[in-house]
């Protein structure tokens, strides 16, 4: 059974970092898993996505230089390093699984998300 446990969420000002953590079972986070985000009213967005038998370490241009994913070394569970956030991060984040051949483009599962608030 596919499982996520996600941390981390929470409320900042623009500028400040946050460290979203999940910790997913049910399936090899090798084949990818990464985070996704969705704000009231707007698409759903990737955030950032590391699949270690694709050799894929993705993070889109709103958040290159702003994030750092990672995974934690013998356990099944990714870390998120936010930095440098700004309103517009303002959204759910979600945990998911990598739909398998979407080379992180698309996801299949998810927990139930995390509020990230950035404002003044």
């Known amino acids: 059974q596919v499982q996520f446990v996600e941390s981390g969420g929470g409320s900042v000002h623009p500028g400040g970092s946050l460290k979203l953590s999940c910790t997913a079972s049910g399936f090899d986070l090798d084949d990818g898993i990464g985070w996704f985000r969705q704000a009231p009213g707007k698409e759903r967005e990737g955030v950032s996505c590391?699949?270690?038998?694709?050799?894929?370490?993705y993070y889109p241009d709103f958040m290159k230089n702003r994030a750092t994913i990672s995974r934690v070394n013998g356990r099944n569970t990714v870390n998120l390093e936010m930095r440098n956030l700004k309103p517009e991060d303002t959204a759910v984040y979600y945990c998911?699984?990598?739909?398998?051949?979407?080379?992180?483009?698309?996801?299949?599962?998810w927990g139930q998300g995390t509020q990230v608030t950035v404002s003044s």
């Open positions: 590391i699949s270690i038998n694709d050799g894929i370490i």
């Open positions: 998911g699984r990598v739909q398998s051949g979407s080379y992180c483009r698309k996801y299949d599962r």
